[in-house]
C-alpha cells in the first residue's frame, strides 16, 4: 500500500501558479495549530474521501499565500491519511523565513501539516505521528534525504530558517514525541532493507552518472532484467546506489521496477545554450539548443573530459551542455 493514500494539486493557489522547481534538501514537519482534524479543511475539491469543505476557506484558492507539499489528518470516515498538495520537487510557501533565509527556497525543504485537534487524544496524536514517520522515510528514500535533515518548524525557526511557529512542539510535547525521537524513528525504518527487480537490462557504474566518452565512471557489472538488488540509497536525480552480490554501485532509476524512486529533473532552457551532440558514443561536434526547449538532465559529470557539463537528453538525442 502506498505512503501517499491520495492527491489533490491545490492548482488555484499562487505557489502552484509559481512552480519554482527544487531539488530537495531536507523535510519540515508542520502541525496547522487550528482544532479541525479534517483534511477537507485545507484540501479541495472533494475527492468522494476527504469530504467537502462547504465554507469555501479551504487552500485551494488565488487569495492563500500559504502552501504546502501534503497533509495528515481525518477524511470524512475518521481515517487517518497523507494527502499530497504540491509536487514534491517545486518550492512551497510553508515555513516563512528567518534572519538566515528560508527553507521554502535555498535550501528548498518539502513541508507537510498535520492537522491538529483539541490536542487532548493521545491515540489521534499517536496515529498522526506514526503516518508521518512513514511519510518522511519514503521521501528521504525517494528524494536522497538524510533522516537528520528533517526539522519541525520550530527547529527551523531557532535556526534561522523559519518564522516564529512552535509547531508541531506545541502538540507532541503534551505526549512525550520529540523531534530527536521522530528522526530515530525515521531512520530504524529507513535501515529497513528494500530490494528492487529490474525492470530492463541495466548496468551498475562506479559513480552515478554514466559516460559515454569514456570510462570515468567504469561499469561494475551488467544485470538482467528481473535480477533483483538491494537498494542503498536515492541521490534524487534519477540514480540509485544499489547491491548486487558483492558490488556496489549506481543504475539509473529507470531501470528499477518501481516509481517510490526519483526520476531524472526536467527544466526549459532560458537561453540560447552551445551543446556537444553525441552520437554512436562519439561528440559529434556543436549545435545550439534554443532558449524554450526543454530538457532532461540524465547527470552531472564529475571525472573526466566534460567534467562539469551535464549530459541531457532531448527528445531522442543527447548532448553536454
Known sequence: ????????????????????????????V??????????????????????KNIYGNDWNNPNEDICV?????????????????LPFDICCWGVGGGRNGSYNYDPAYIQFEMCEDDLRDKSYCKTCYDKAVEVC?????????????IVSHR????????SDHWDPTNWWDKFGYTMSGFRKAVKKKLRKTVKYKLRENGALYEYGYKDVLGDSSKVLKSLKKGSAVTWLKDDSCGWSKVKSGSAEGWIMNSHIETDKLSSFPEEVLRSDTRAVRIKDKKAAGEEIIKKGVRITVIC?????????????????????I
Open 155 to 162: 527547529e527551523a525557526y531557532l535556526k534561522g530558517y523559519g
Open 69 to 85: 507539499h501534503g497533509f495528515i489528518g481525518k477524511d470524512k470516515f475518521d481515517r487517518v491519511k497523507f494527502y499530497q498538495t
Open 300 to 320: 552531472q559529470m564529475e571525472r573526466g573530459r566534460y567534467i562539469g557539463k551535464r549530459y541531457i537528453a532531448v527528445g531522442g538525442k543527447r548532448y553536454y
Open 30 to 51: 508542520h502541525s496547522t495549530g487550528a482544532n479541525n482534524p479534517y483534511i477537507k479543511r485545507y484540501v479541495q475539491p472533494d475527492d468522494g474521501i476527504i469530504g
Open 1 to 28: 500500500m502506498s505512503v501517499i493514500d491520495g492527491k489533490i494539486l491545490l492548482t488555484k493557489n499562487p505557489c502552484y501558479g509559481a512552480y519554482q522547481k527544487m531539488i530537495p534538501k531536507g523535510i519540515v
Open 137 to 149: 522515510a519514503y521521501l528521504c528514500r525517494k528524494y536522497g534525504i538524510s533522516a537528520d535533515n
